[in-house]
């Protein structure tokens, strides 16, 4: 028997990867990331005020990223396993994402004609995309050093998830700093910031990622 044929033997009979030293990798470079763009973030911008706390807008934002950083780390962890589908996650994500659109939907459709657009474009919608995109980059280096160690075969699509958990993660951070109340502007502006990082990430994957 050749030694490709006996490889590709073994790897089909193989399954998926284990499973516990990727989630261990993944979480110490979120959790490295995270800190590190909290310390960026905290640099450069003032916090919420603690008022502010007592509302919902900055409630919804902080569930939104931590769902939708959740269920993109889930899929970064399925690319980052030869053998895992990758599937349930995708559908996960676009769970959150349908859940978040739906809810600007309802808001806005419950909010007052002359008051909508405010509740979309707020203060600075594209400063939003911006910061939402530069508090992710700690996390987005962090999950590239990380992958580069573990063993994905599809690197555009495990640098696209990279990129939207980093984007998810940086959409928290940044929420600490916000006070921004609309939905829809958080539905899409901030949504709008996260995938920025996910192009980016689907774009440069399979340079950076290769192993």
Same mark, same amino acid.
């Given at each position: ?13 193989? #399954? ?16 490295? #990331? ?18 502010? /706390?007592? +509302? ?8 939104? #990223?931590?769902?939708?950083?959740? +269920? ?35 808001? /806005? ?57 980093? #984007? ?12 921004? +109340?609309?939905?829809?502007? +958080? ?25």
């Amino acid at each position: 028997m050749k030694t490709d044929d006996l490889i590709e033997m073994l790897a089909r009979q193989a #399954g998926a990867a284990p499973r516990q030293p990727v989630l261990r990798t993944l979480a110490t470079a979120i959790g490295a #990331g995270a800190l590190l763009s909290l310390m960026l973030v905290g640099v450069l911008k003032a916090p919420v005020p603690a008022a502010f /706390w007592l +509302t919902l807008a900055p409630w919804i934002k902080l569930l939104y #990223g931590l769902a939708l950083a959740a +269920t993109a780390l889930w899929w970064v962890g399925r690319s980052a396993r030869p053998g895992a589908p990758q599937r349930p996650a995708q559908v996960a994500v676009l769970a959150v994402l349908a859940a978040m659109l739906s809810l600007a939907a309802a808001s /806005w459709f419950g909010t007052p004609a002359p008051e909508r657009l405010a509740t979309l474009m707020g203060g600075d919608p594209f400063g939003c995309i911006r910061n939402v995109a530069l508090s992710a980059l700690p996390v987005a280096a962090a999950l590239c050093v990380a992958l580069r160690r573990l063993a994905p075969t599809q690197l555009r699509s495990a640098g696209a998830a990279a990129g939207l958990a980093a #984007g998810a993660v940086g959409s928290v951070v940044y929420s600490l700093t916000c006070t921004e +109340t609309g939905i829809p502007f +958080t539905a899409v502006w901030y949504t709008a910031g996260m995938v920025v990082v996910a192009g980016l990430g689907a774009l440069l994957g399979p340079r950076l990622l290769r192993w």
